[in-house]
């Protein structure tokens, strides 16, 4: 069952889930770029065997550092412009143990800038755990995860030289009654610190000021529909404390808590097309960022054939902090993205997104990086070429427009990307 996540990864809540079969399906990283979060929790790929794989992508941006093209470069960069070079390994393995399964996936590389090499940083992300089961009707997943890399472009207004390292565990059950009711649990915890490379204190303490700890329960109960899909309902508690942010009358960490409410419903309708939908309600209680409360939807539509495959969503969510500067964000987007299989070798795709995001937060915040609210429209166009049973190539091309309530902020930026893969 497709979950709405209060706590999420806002651009993750509008991504076509799998579908069952060989169905065309869109790449999340080519909707999102550099800016798509991965993957966590049950989303976290555990296949069986050992794989390795490596990708080279080389990116040109017209406006790397996302500035508004009115004013000029800050001191710390040599250029607006510039090539960024990815090169990646990846590792992925599992083995069964009886009815258990251990898995471990690991990422390791590193971003290369031409001209503004200040961002260059290494990329690592390793996950590991066990998907487990007991009995015949239930199971689930324990995992842990680490990943370290620079700060996602998206976070933050300014684009500062920065690293970012997350931890986190997540624990999932689910059992299957013999009349089709299917309750569910699950808890994950992460932590993410900042850190920026600058001598002036006042821009350090503007990226501390967002290290974030959070934790969060999510249940429900689905009932199958006649192998059609489900229907639902599902609540979820998070709370987020800020260990740099103090609440000047208890003394502690500030914090938010966002509870939440939602009626689920995932439907096939014949061999390829699905429907996601739900329907909620959200309180937020924010220490940093004021309070919320308000119905909160999301819907997908995705089709998936033998040679075109295609998703439109929208939906409006509200998330917690992943270590940006907002202490949590209302989020209203809309997607719609296609993609075509000319023959065995050749794909094509193209879509576009829009993120219309209402920030909250930042009351005390001592720097200047202050968020406020945006919009940002992005199209993309792409096309994969597969050489071999191991090798394959990628073109991308993608135009991205944000208008900031601070105008400053507001920037567009044109994006080529070209990468070649390899699997064994």
């Given at each position: 069952m497709a979950m709405l996540l209060h706590g999420a990864p806002l651009m993750a809540q509008l991504l076509p889930p799998s579908i069952g079969g060989t169905g065309v399906q869109i790449d999340p990283g080519r909707v999102y770029g550099n800016d798509a979060r991965r993957a966590t929790g049950s989303d976290v790929v555990a296949g069986d065997g050992l794989s390795f794989g490596a990708t080279l992508t080389t990116e040109y941006s017209d406006n790397m550092i996302r500035q508004n093209e009115n004013l000029p470069i800050p001191d710390r960069y040599e250029s607006r412009s510039d090539w960024r070079f990815s090169p990646i390994f990846l590792m992925s393995a599992g083995k069964p143990i009886g009815r258990q399964s251990l898995f471990a996936n690991l990422v390791l590389g590193r971003d290369f800038y031409v001209r503004n090499t200040n961002l260059d940083a290494n990329r690592i992300v390793a996950d590991a755990g066990v998907n487990w089961t007991l009995g015949t009707r239930c199971g689930g997943r324990l995992q842990g995860g680490y990943e370290?890399?620079?700060?996602?472009?998206?976070?933050?207004?300014?684009?500062?030289?920065?690293?970012?390292?997350?931890?986190?565990?997540?624990?999932?059950a689910a059992c299957q009654s013999p009349v089709g009711i299917s309750p569910n649990i699950s808890y994950d915890w992460s932590k993410t610190t900042n850190n920026v490379e600058s001598d002036d204190p006042v821009i350090r303490d503007s990226r501390d000021f967002s290290d974030v700890k959070g934790q969060g329960v999510t249940g429900g109960l689905s009932y199958g529909l006649a192998g059609r899909g489900d229907i639902g309902v599902q609540g979820s508690w998070r709370r987020f404390s800020y260990p740099n942010q103090i609440d000047?009358?208890?003394?502690?960490?500030?914090?938010?808590?966002?509870?939440?409410?939602?009626?689920?419903?995932?439907?096939?309708?014949?061999?390829?097309?699905?429907?996601?939908?739900?329907?909620?309600?959200?309180?937020?209680?924010?220490?940093?960022?004021?309070?919320?409360?308000?119905?909160?939807?999301?819907?997908?539509?995705?089709?998936?054939?033998?040679?075109?495959?295609?998703?439109?969503?929208?939906?409006?969510?509200?998330?917690?902090?992943?270590?940006g500067i907002a202490s949590y964000e209302i989020a209203t987007l809309y997607s719609l993205n296609v993609n075509y299989r000319a023959n065995d070798r050749l794909s094509v795709a193209s879509g576009?997104?829009?993120?219309?995001?209402?920030?909250?937060?930042?009351?005390?915040?001592?720097?200047?990086?202050?968020?406020?609210?945006?919009?940002?429209?992005?199209?993309?166009?792409?096309?994969?070429?597969?050489?071999?049973?191991?090798?394959?190539?990628?073109?991308?091309?993608?135009?991205?427009?944000?208008?900031?309530?601070?105008?400053?902020?507001?920037?567009?930026?044109?994006?080529?990307?070209?990468?070649?893969?390899?699997k064994f």
């Amino acid at each position: 069952m497709a979950m709405l996540l209060h706590g999420a990864p806002l651009m993750a809540q509008l991504l076509p889930p799998s579908i069952g079969g060989t169905g065309v399906q869109i790449d999340p990283g080519r909707v999102y770029g550099n800016d798509a979060r991965r993957a966590t929790g049950s989303d976290v790929v555990a296949g069986d065997g050992l794989s390795f794989g490596a990708t080279l992508t080389t990116e040109y941006s017209d406006n790397m550092i996302r500035q508004n093209e009115n004013l000029p470069i800050p001191d710390r960069y040599e250029s607006r412009s510039d090539w960024r070079f990815s090169p990646i390994f990846l590792m992925s393995a599992g083995k069964p143990i009886g009815r258990q399964s251990l898995f471990a996936n690991l990422v390791l590389g590193r971003d290369f800038y031409v001209r503004n090499t200040n961002l260059d940083a290494n990329r690592i992300v390793a996950d590991a755990g066990v998907n487990w089961t007991l009995g015949t009707r239930c199971g689930g997943r324990l995992q842990g995860g680490y990943e370290d890399r620079g700060t996602r472009f998206d976070q933050f207004d300014l684009v500062l030289p920065s690293k970012q390292k997350t931890v986190n565990f997540y624990a999932s059950a689910a059992c299957q009654s013999p009349v089709g009711i299917s309750p569910n649990i699950s808890y994950d915890w992460s932590k993410t610190t900042n850190n920026v490379e600058s001598d002036d204190p006042v821009i350090r303490d503007s990226r501390d000021f967002s290290d974030v700890k959070g934790q969060g329960v999510t249940g429900g109960l689905s009932y199958g529909l006649a192998g059609r899909g489900d229907i639902g309902v599902q609540g979820s508690w998070r709370r987020f404390s800020y260990p740099n942010q103090i609440d000047p009358v208890t003394g502690d960490d500030a914090s938010t808590r966002i509870l939440g409410i939602n009626g689920i419903a995932n439907y096939r309708i014949g061999p390829s097309f699905r429907l996601n939908a739900g329907l909620g309600y959200t309180w937020v209680d924010s220490q940093t960022g004021g309070d919320f409360s308000g119905v909160t939807w999301q819907g997908t539509l995705i089709y998936a054939g033998p040679r075109l495959g295609g998703s439109i969503g929208l939906s409006r969510q509200v998330s917690g902090s992943s270590g940006g500067i907002a202490s949590y964000e209302i989020a209203t987007l809309y997607s719609l993205n296609v993609n075509y299989r000319a023959n065995d070798r050749l794909s094509v795709a193209s879509g576009f997104s829009r993120s219309e995001i209402d920030s909250r937060g930042n009351e005390g915040l001592p720097g200047f990086d202050v968020q406020r609210d945006y919009d940002l429209n992005r199209f993309f166009i792409g096309a994969d070429y597969r050489l071999n049973r191991r090798f394959s190539a990628g073109l991308d091309y993608s135009y991205n427009k944000r208008d900031s309530q601070v105008p400053i902020f507001s920037y567009t930026a044109n994006n080529v990307v070209f990468s070649l893969r390899a699997k064994f």
